[in-house]
């Protein structure tokens, strides 16, 4: 009776381990980024003085651009495009942020900055960016802190040929850009700190 008992285990495992698909478990889950558009912030940093005095500042409004989805977080970052109003330009003082803007910006006719993402490698994000009515790449390191996006570069306004619009800011700012040794001096370097968040959406 045992005997019998242990053959018929025996078969029916058999038939099971028959039946059984050798392809592995699919996982039915899939995910999804996307951007959200109200958690976006730009600030810059651009130095004065030839101690490199930081002058920080951001904008208040900036059009960021995306398709709408992406299976990956590298696909969904090479499609971020931007279009920032100089208008909407901020240093928490007034009179700074109209010299700035007359005297920078609208020297070269500029009303609005425009960017995109041109390359994803690694952990390097390179934006082709309008100025001065020149494109130039500016590349930078990006860093994924859960599902915000930092990104860190610096521009170098000397290969937007801006020195006119550099000298048109000094005469503008008058004394305010000369430091204790007399000297007038903007740099040409200008760092540019990005954050925004993407979300993440799973079946």
Same mark, same amino acid.
């Given at each position: 009776m045992v005997a019998k008992q242990f053959l018929m285990v025996a078969l029916a495992a058999l038939l099971i381990t028959g039946c059984k698909s050798d392809a592995p478990n699919e996982d039915v889950s899939s995910c999804v980024y996307s951007y959200d558009n109200s958690s976006s912030s730009m600030e810059w940093t651009a130095y004065k003085f030839t101690n490199n005095t930081p002058v920080k500042g951001t904008f208040n409004?900036?059009?960021?651009?995306? /398709? =709408? +989805?992406?299976? *990956?977080?590298? @696909? &969904?970052?090479? $499609?971020?495009?931007?279009?920032?109003? /100089? =208008? +909407?330009?901020? *240093?928490?003082? @007034? &009179?700074?942020? $109209?010299?700035?803007?007359?005297?920078?910006?609208?020297?070269?006719?500029?009303?609005t900055l425009k960017g995109n993402v041109v390359a994803v490698e690694g952990d390097q994000l390179t934006f082709e960016v309008s100025l001065n009515k020149i494109k130039e790449k500016v590349t930078g390191s990006y860093t994924m802190n859960g599902d915000v996006l930092s990104f860190h570069g610096t521009m170098n306004l000397s290969l937007f040929q801006a020195g006119k619009a550099i000298e048109a800011l000094n005469a503008q700012c008058g004394i305010n850009h000369k430091g204790e040794d007399g000297i007038t001096v903007v740099s040409d370097s200008v760092d540019i700190h990005f954050t925004t968040r993407l979300v993440k959406t799973c079946n």
């Open positions: 409004e900036m059009n960021i651009s995306t /398709i =709408s +989805s992406a299976k *990956t977080v590298e @696909e &969904l970052i090479g $499609s971020l495009g931007f279009t920032i109003p /100089i =208008s +909407s330009l901020e *240093t928490m003082d @007034e &009179l700074k942020n $109209s010299n700035i803007i007359n005297g920078f910006f609208t020297f070269m006719g500029m009303e």
